[in-house]
């Protein structure tokens, strides 16, 4: 079995920074992709953020300039540098990894729990 694990969400002003992180844990052979998506009440679950096994990065434009992923390969592990946030960055955060299983050899689609972010004005 995999789990992923974020931490680091909370409550803060306008123009403060977060960092979430994701911990990728158990039964993984490797990891291809990771991102991050969010979601907030009753709508769609968009994507933020992705970043590739060789370290290429893309974004949603609504965050370009503001937030940044990274990876730790050798801990499984992705983050969000979240700068200059803003109330409308208020959602769910979820980490999202594409993982090949040791047993099998399949890759899977993977999702984290949630780690709530909420930015006042």
């Known amino acids: 079995q995999v789990q992923l694990v974020e931490s680091g969400g909370g409550l803060v002003q306008a123009g403060a920074s977060l960092r979430l992180s994701c911990a990728a844990s158990g039964s993984i052979a490797s990891i291809d992709s990771m991102a991050w998506y969010r979601q907030a009440p009753g709508k769609q679950r968009e994507l933020v953020a992705t970043i590739t096994s060789g370290g290429s990065t893309t974004y949603a434009d609504s965050v370009k300039g503001r937030f940044t992923i990274s990876r730790d390969y050798a801990k499984n592990m992705v983050y969000l540098q979240m700068n200059s946030l803003k109330p409308e960055d208020t959602n769910a955060y979820y980490c999202?990894?594409?993982?090949?299983?040791?047993?099998?050899?399949?890759?899977?689609?993977?999702w984290g729990q949630g780690t709530q972010v909420t930015v006042s004005s």
């Open positions: 999202n990894a594409r993982i090949k299983s040791p047993s099998n050899w399949v890759w899977y689609n993977y």
